[in-house]
């Protein structure tokens, strides 16, 4: 395999369980690397990928630099590093603002607009002062295109444009060239997001088993630990009985990402919500903040309404509020 792409491993068409193979068989020692790294990190093994991605944030290559940045900034935030987290996300600032200004390549120039937007949306940052990323998904390969799909549905998804972010994610899906599948992933995990917002519980449920079944052969835990709370219940109500030892390793890893989201993106909250409360009880805030009812979060999750009303009568006292309303100030936009 010849790959030398951004994030090289999301560039790779290839079937559930073939990671580790794909892996190994980049010719490219340094791209080799890299997708090594991109493995560690969607198999929740953080600290291995920042160790990796450490050693190419100073490259003078483009690709390795913006892949390795990346990769630093979320492998930290799942280990709790949040100023190492914003080391990452100010490198990929300045190779942006140099390339607009004097771009080595078109290539060059759509990679670092990509980072730019992978830092930033993921993040829930502000992007007005970036380029229009639609301008430069063209000069991206198709596997890195894919994934430029579901982070402009992400942004769709943000602005509450729940039935724009679904129709991106099923075009990109239905016009797709092979089995990215780590885009594919993250596509229906946004299905999933955008049909739960949208009240369709079935539909939503559907996407997100679709997601979990290509996933968990190479226990590509991530990109449900970063989504955990925008799945509002979902992976409670799917996975946890289902699947429970890769369910128990998820919720492990859930807290302290989110603890590491929250420092960067909204440090007021962090300490209230990610410190005091558990996954579980952070999906039903989640679910009540977005107004669903107790029933409603009842018949979701499979519990009795009384059982949801002590849960949320927990986590009013953990986080000293004494109303429903109140949630809203504290849980993620």
């Not at 340094?30 to 050693?55: H, K, L, M, P, V």
């Not at 940045?69 to 190492?84: D, K, Q």
């Not at 002062?129 to 994934?147: A, C, K, N, Q």
């Not at 499979?302 to 009303?309: D, E």
Request: hydrophobic share 40%.
């Amino acid at each position: 395999m010849f790959n030398m792409s951004i994030l090289p491993l999301i560039n790779s068409s290839f079937q559930p369980g073939e990671a580790q193979n794909i892996v190994s068989n980049f010719a490219d020692q340094d791209f080799q690397e890299i997708a090594r790294a991109e493995y560690y990190y969607f198999s929740g093994q953080a600290e291995e990928c920042s160790n990796i991605a450490e050693n190419y944030l100073m490259s003078q290559n483009i690709k390795l630099k913006m892949s390795s940045c990346l990769l630093y900034v979320y492998s930290n935030l799942t280990l709790g590093r949040a100023a190492a987290s914003r080391k990452g996300l100010n490198e990929i600032q300045v190779c942006l603002e140099k390339e607009m200004k004097n771009a080595s390549s078109a290539e060059n120039r759509a990679v670092c607009v990509f980072a730019g937007y992978m830092a930033s949306v993921l993040l829930h940052l502000p992007t007005n002062e970036l380029p229009d990323m639609d301008i430069y998904v063209t000069s991206l390969p198709h596997g890195i295109r894919l994934f430029s799909a579901y982070v402009i549905a992400h942004m769709a998804y943000l602005k509450g444009e729940y039935g724009r972010a679904l129709g991106i994610c099923e075009s990109a899906l239905m016009f797709r060239n092979g089995t990215y599948l780590i885009s594919m992933i993250y596509l229906y995990c946004m299905i999933a997001m955008c049909q739960i917002n949208l009240k369709h519980q079935q539909e939503a449920k559907d996407a997100l088993m679709i997601a979990w079944n290509m996933a968990k052969e190479d226990e590509f835990l991530e990109p449900f630990i970063e989504h955990h709370g925008l799945l509002q219940g979902l992976l409670e109500s799917c996975v946890r009985k289902e699947d429970t030892e890769i369910y128990k390793k998820l919720s492990d890893k859930v807290i302290t990402f989110s603890r590491g989201w929250m420092a960067i993106h909204n440090s007021v909250s962090e300490n209230s919500v990610t410190d005091a409360l558990t996954s579980m009880e952070f999906s039903i805030a989640m679910l009540a903040s977005r107004d669903w009812n107790n029933q409603e979060i009842a018949d979701h999750l499979g519990f009795s309404i009384n059982t949801v009303k002590n849960y949320l009568s927990n986590i009013y006292t953990k986080l000293g509020i004494k109303k429903r309303d109140e949630l809203k100030n504290y849980m993620l936009k």
